[in-house]
């Protein structure tokens, strides 16, 4: 039997491979207009402002009101994070948050980076621009656009971009060194929301191309993780000439081959490509890969078909806003979180760094605009759109970090990136890379121009 089951494969596999073979496509580039009302006949204004993160006593007042306010449900006996944020830690976040949390110092903390804004398709596009302090004679630094995901925010790159822009005097080689730009997702916080429907990643990859030519560059290497992944594999569709090197620390690439491949790799691992690491990390599969996306994907269902109902909620609430993101910053960091009372968040994360993230999102009110995101790109369901059928030939460098969602074997990369020239089993981390582990990244980032630049 299993010799019939394996020959079907093999035989399945090569008509397949035959059938799907892409010549290499771009996505047509196209142009938008999702600001308020209609298109002006006029020129768009294409100047580009500074800006600065700013707050009140107002601001920070009428958040401690509301957080006095809140009304606190006990946790079930020995529930740890099993049924989602636990109450009893969630006390202690917002005692720190009311009492000791010092949101004007993060200001300042925000505004150490140049903060700007430029109006593109009718949306007011926040971005930060990093230049390296110093660099070697004779030598220009690498322009990198880094792109954030939800529900995290520009703020992950705080720690990361030191380590690109001035590696020497933080214990890494000047080989590299890059001019970082980390924008913000429009509809994420300072980053304008669309006035209309169907604002998805392609038009979000549109923006942020023109974005880059807007700063004066016209080849550049973009990174990303979560939405910033797609984001960035999208600008590689539509621009591919334009990207240098794309590098990814997450992947979509879930499709009939890797489904495929994931049933019978157990047995044939290894005829199908996957290493023993690839098989430690995916099996069981029941348990390593389907039970984690149905315990981990429920906000997922929701905010594909209906964000404004729940967003209404969380926009009105911070203590409900904090639980709701601060626990993807637990179990997407490591499932086994889920059994700790504490969610482990501060093993890799401090309370003022989770909580700028959230007050990212409660101060600009943007949290129901995120969230619409999700319906955008994936509430017309999987693979209708064009882009999730294309591969990417563009030179591509990847991140395997443990702890990511769902691990994403070499075999399944190459098959959505045929470039792929830098695949790294990371050794510890999750889904917030940058965020968590931003010297293990930083590495990596580095080792995938090294590598390309040999080419």
Not at 368 to 389: A, I
Request: glycine share 8%; aromatic share 14%; with cysteine.
């Amino acid at each position: 039997m299993w010799l019939e089951i394996l020959l079907t494969s093999v035989l399945g596999f090569a008509i397949y491979w035959f059938i799907s073979r892409d010549k290499e496509e771009t996505l047509p580039l196209e142009d938008g207009w999702w600001g308020p009302g209609m298109r002006p006949t006029g020129r768009e204004d294409e100047s580009i402002h500074p800006f600065k993160v700013e707050t009140s006593d107002e601001e920070i007042h009428d958040l401690h009101q509301r957080i006095d306010k809140f009304r606190f449900t006990p946790p079930l006996e020995d529930s740890c994070f099993h049924y989602g944020f636990n109450s009893n830690y969630l006390k202690k976040v917002i005692s720190y948050w009311r009492n000791e949390f010092n949101w004007k110092k993060q200001v300042e903390i925000l505004n150490r980076y140049p903060h700007f804004k430029t109006k593109i398709e009718g949306l007011d596009i926040h971005f930060i621009h990093v230049k390296p302090p110093q660099l070697p004679a004779g030598r220009t630094p690498k322009p990198l656009l880094m792109v954030h995901g939800w529900p995290g925010s520009f703020y992950e790159f705080y720690k990361i971009i030191p380590l690109l822009t001035d590696p020497k005097n933080h214990g890494l080689s000047d080989e590299h060194v890059f001019e970082v730009i980390c924008p913000s997702i429009p509809g994420y916080g300072f980053s304008e929301a669309s006035s209309k429907k169907g604002f998805n990643s392609v038009a979000t990859a549109r923006i942020f191309y023109k974005l880059m030519l807007r700063l004066g560059f016209q080849e550049f290497y973009i990174q990303g993780g979560d939405w910033g992944a797609l984001i960035c594999t999208n600008m590689a569709q539509l621009v591919p000439s334009h990207v240098k090197g794309l590098h990814l620390n997450m992947a979509l690439v879930l499709s009939n081959f890797s489904t495929l491949t994931l049933l019978l790799g157990r047995r044939f691992g290894r005829f199908l490509g996957y290493t023993e690491r690839d098989v430690e990390l995916l099996y069981p599969v029941k348990e390593k890969v389907f039970y984690s996306l149905m315990r981990e994907s429920g906000y997922m269902h929701i905010q594909c078909t209906k964000p404004d109902t729940v967003g209404s909620a969380l926009n009105d609430s911070p203590v409900g806003l904090a639980a709701y993101i601060l626990e993807k910053f637990s179990t997407w960091t490591n499932t086994e979180f889920r059994y700790l009372e504490d969610g482990g968040l501060e093993r890799k994360f401090s309370l003022d760094d989770l909580l700028t993230n959230v007050m990212l999102y409660w101060t600009t009110a943007t949290i129901v605009s995120s969230q619409r995101f999700y319906k955008e790109n994936l509430g017309q369901g999987w693979m209708t759109q064009k882009h999730e059928r294309m591969k990417v030939y563009v030179p591509t460098g990847f991140s395997a970090f443990p702890s990511e969602l769902i691990h994403t074997p070499e075999k399944w990369v190459r098959f959505k990136y045929p470039k792929l020239i830098s695949y790294s089993y990371m050794a510890r981390g999750g889904h917030f890379a940058a965020f968590e582990e931003p010297e293990l990244l930083a590495r990596d980032i580095r080792k995938f121009l090294s590598v390309l630049e040999q080419q």
